[in-house]
């Protein structure tokens, strides 16, 4: 009896919810280390810190602009 489902296109349908799954890690891993950052960089006095922070943030937005 045929489900309708063949395995090529549960394959598919498989390997769209894993690039799906990891286009949304990278989304919310570059969403909660820019919300840190700008948080650490706008409240802390360091020069240090704050160089660090731009550091990280100019790291993020290359990476999505790349």
Known sequence: MDMGAKPRDAAAKIELAKE??????QIVVSLVMLTTCLVLWSHSPSQD???ACT??????VGYWLR
């Open 20 to 25: 799906y799954s990891r286009v949304v890690m």
């Open 55 to 60: 550091g990280f943030i100019g790291t993020i």
């Open 49 to 51: 810190v704050q160089k």
